[in-house]
């Protein structure tokens, strides 16, 4: 009898042994995710900006009395302007871009004045006219990493800027030996001349393929002709200008959206028994 009972536990153990060995599924294989590859931004790029030019003049100088000696105005300041700017550009990678962009800044007013001698007593004089600029530069950007959505960038840009002055117009008040006021206009000259330019700025994704920019650039603008010989006056020219530009506007990056799928673990195996 004790021999049958101790058969039949032993029996029982073995059972709830391997039913529980059947409860336990053994765990899904590990598959190592393929390496994935991150594809570089590269591309042509098309871009427009606007902004607003703060516009220092460093100075204008005329000849005096029939191109006697070269004198410095007085007080020389030209009005801020607003810029308008469009380009075509390339990616080269992640890091690096470079552009080609065509500036306009638009009529900026010049206020002058100059002391003189008017026949034998010293005289002054009010002058205005205005002026616009054309720039043609080469640009090269550094992106320094992409942080969320935004990526800082700083540049430089070489060239040049095609600078017309329009016709001055040279006002006398208080010359004794002429009743009230008296003017003189002076043909105003064009001429190109060299620019280079500083940029820093950011740049934010609003798609794959459009980026708002938002920046700052500084341009100088060298110095070159300003008005032409009139009645015993000029020519003169101005000593060059300097930009200090708030700007912003949008990149269209092409084939922008052409980014690698995202990788997906495939599911674990089913376990038949």
């Avoid at 030019?53 to 000696?69: C, I, K, T």
């Amino acid at each position: 009898m004790k021999k049958c009972l101790a058969s039949a536990l032993a029996l029982l153990l073995t059972v709830s042994a391997a039913s529980a060995a059947d409860m336990v599924e053994p765990p899904p294989p590990v598959l190592d995710a393929p390496e994935v590859t991150v594809q570089e931004a590269t591309g042509w790029y098309l871009r427009g900006d606007v902004g607003y030019a703060f516009s220092h003049l460093r100075g204008a100088e005329y000849f005096q009395g029939s191109n006697d000696s070269l004198v410095d105005f007085d007080h020389a300041k030209i009005k801020d302007s607003a810029i308008l700017s469009g380009g075509v550009g390339y990616q080269i990678n992640n890091y690096l871009r470079t552009d080609l962009t065509f500036d306009y800044l638009t009529k900026s007013k010049f206020n002058g004045g100059t002391v003189g001698i008017c026949t034998d007593t010293i005289c002054s004089s009010d002058d205005r006219t205005s002026m616009q600029a054309y720039s043609l530069m080469a640009n090269a950007y550094v992106d320094l990493g992409t942080y969320g959505y935004v990526t800082p960038y700083v540049g430089a840009g070489i060239g040049g800027a095609y600078v017309k002055w329009n016709n001055l117009r040279n006002t006398i008040c208080d010359d004794p030996y002429s009743d009230g006021c008296y003017s003189t206009t002076h043909g105003g000259k064009g001429s190109w001349r060299f620019s280079y330019a500083l940029m820093v700025g950011a740049s934010v994704d609003i798609t794959c393929a459009l980026k708002a920019d938002i920046g700052y650039k500084y341009q100088h603008i060298g110095g070159g002709d300003m008005f032409g010989y009139e009645e015993n006056g000029g020519p003169g020219s101005d000593k060059g200008m300097d930009l200090h530009e708030a700007r912003i506007g949008a990149r269209y990056v092409f084939g922008g959206c052409d980014t690698p799928v995202a990788y997906e673990p495939p599911p674990p195996p089913m376990v038949y028994k």
